[in-house]
């Protein structure tokens, strides 16, 4: 019986396009809202994005140093990304 709830990726390249799309639409939705004259809320939701990403690393069971890529490495990079702001 697998301990792991969540399928994970066989492929490092699926967590890096992952990853990639969820910047992309963070991107997007902050540049509509600067458009429109608000504040830019990008660190907040990458540091969202973190805790996010922690909570799905510890519901899936992954390993955080595992020798692929897995959501605790998305969460450290979120969590950087965070930190620049």
């Known amino acids: 019986m697998p ?5 994970s990726p066989d492929r490092p390249s699926h967590v890096i396009v ?17 458009a429109v004259g608000a ?9 969202l ?7 799905i690393a510890v519901s899936a069971r992954e390993k955080p140093f595992d020798r692929s890529l897995t959501y605790w490495d998305e969460a450290v990079v979120f969590g950087l990304l965070s930190q620049l702001g």
Not at 3 to 7: M, R
Not at 20 to 32: E, P, R, T, V
Not at 49 to 55: K, Q
């Open 18 to 34: 992952r990853f990639s799309l969820k910047l992309a639409m963070f991107i997007i939705a902050c540049g509509f809202q600067v």
């Open 49 to 55: 994005a973190a805790v996010l990403c922690v909570i």
């Open 39 to 47: 504040s830019n809320p990008f660190f907040e939701i990458t540091a």
């Open 3 to 7: 301990t792991n709830s969540c399928p």
